[in-house]
């Protein structure tokens, strides 16, 4: 008998501790799976390159979508050669701001945060301009009365540039509180062949699921979102360290091939398609266009003309958070008139 209670003693022990190892194992997964998304309120991009100034089509976006933080393209870092061959690096594009811009609709409590594009090529010099770059943010800053809690840098870097802009990152954080005279998050863009790779080291990344095909082969189907080029890369969100946001595309735009079908011109303003005397389908997304001004009477350009319904969009959301949980969402980019193209519950199920 005495035998008997204490087999099922050490059954009940191994049995409690099994319990509490799945329970603590249960957390753990919790915990990596909430640490991979990230908690941000609704946001959006601003990616115009001359003024930051809201028409009223976007204010209107805005209080309808109870937008909170808005993405700030401030300028670009470039490579350039002087005229001794020496590379330099150098900003172009600086955003201004226009009067009032920054007076929001409805007294809405709007955060800037300004995002820096890098190319892969400048930031191998970043010893050269971090302190540059640093100056002149807190300028901008300053100049527009903005107050800032984060800074985002964009790079596309590859196996090339990878080591310089990971230096760049670690040496970007001290420099820019210098400046600011605070503790600032740091975040990035992560590209969707950059999930193949180590993390770069920021407080989070925002995954662009955008500009996923090559606008520059003729039988692209759709170079902006296609959930096929989307679905090779997401076996690597479940091993992916770092904290992720989402960015889905929400514009559109026209490739240009010439008459042998080559590559001409990528047009970011999409041109009126429904001009049947000018533009003539010739596919689900593609158009024959003419014009005797500016080519001989047999001369021919292809337009393809890319723009992405809500339904991609959403089923290209469902298929990254099924593998890293509901992430906040960032839209990319604030137009009034590519905005319009789709609906006000279209917008809310991309948010939510």
Not at 54 to 83: A, H, M, P
Not at 290 to 306: G, K, M, T
Request: proline fraction near 4%; include cysteine.
């Amino acid at each position: 008998m005495s035998t008997f209670f204490k087999g099922t003693k050490r059954w009940a022990v191994i049995a409690l501790f099994a319990v509490i190892a799945v329970t603590v194992s249960a957390g753990v997964i919790r915990h990596r799976q909430q640490k991979r998304c990230v908690d941000i309120p609704n946001s959006v991009y601003y990616w115009k390159t001359r003024f930051y100034q809201l028409d009223s089509s976007e204010k209107v976006f805005l209080t309808g979508n109870n937008i909170r933080r808005i993405y700030v393209r401030f300028f670009d870092v470039e490579l350039n050669r002087d005229g001794n061959f020496h590379d330099t690096c150098a900003p172009v594009g600086c955003i201004d701001f226009s009067p009032k811009a920054l007076e929001h609709p409805d007294n809405l409590q709007m955060e800037i945060v300004p995002v820096i594009f890098i190319t892969p090529e400048a930031v191998k010099a970043w010893r050269s301009f971090i302190d540059n770059l640093a100056h002149r943010l807190y300028a901008m800053c300053r100049y527009h009365r903005i107050s800032i809690r984060e800074v985002q840098f964009d790079c596309d870097w590859t196996d090339g540039s990878r080591e310089a802009y990971f230096q760049f990152l670690k040496a970007a954080r001290p420099v820019l509180e210098g400046y600011f005279q605070k503790k600032l998050i740091l975040s990035t863009t992560i590209r969707l062949h950059q999930l193949a790779q180590t993390p770069p080291e920021a407080d989070y990344g925002v995954l662009m699921c955008y500009n996923t095909g090559d606008f520059k082969k003729y039988d692209t189907q759709n170079s902006i979102l296609d959930v096929k080029d989307v679905k090779p890369y997401t076996k690597w969100l479940k091993k992916y360290s770092l904290p992720l946001a989402l960015a889905l595309p929400a514009y559109s735009w026209c490739v240009e091939f010439d008459g042998r079908k080559q590559f001409v011109n990528l047009n970011r303003h999409s041109w009126d398609i429904k001009d049947t005397l000018e533009f003539k389908p010739v596919g689900d997304n593609l158009y024959e266009r003419r014009d005797a001004e500016e080519w001989p009477e047999d001369a021919v350009r292809y337009i393809r003309h890319e723009h992405v319904p809500a339904e991609t969009i959403l089923e290209a959301k469902r298929l990254i958070q099924k593998k890293m949980g509901n992430t906040a969402v960032i839209l990319f980019h604030l137009d009034g008139h590519e905005l319009s193209k789709y609906t006000e519950n279209e917008i809310k199920a991309f948010y939510h």
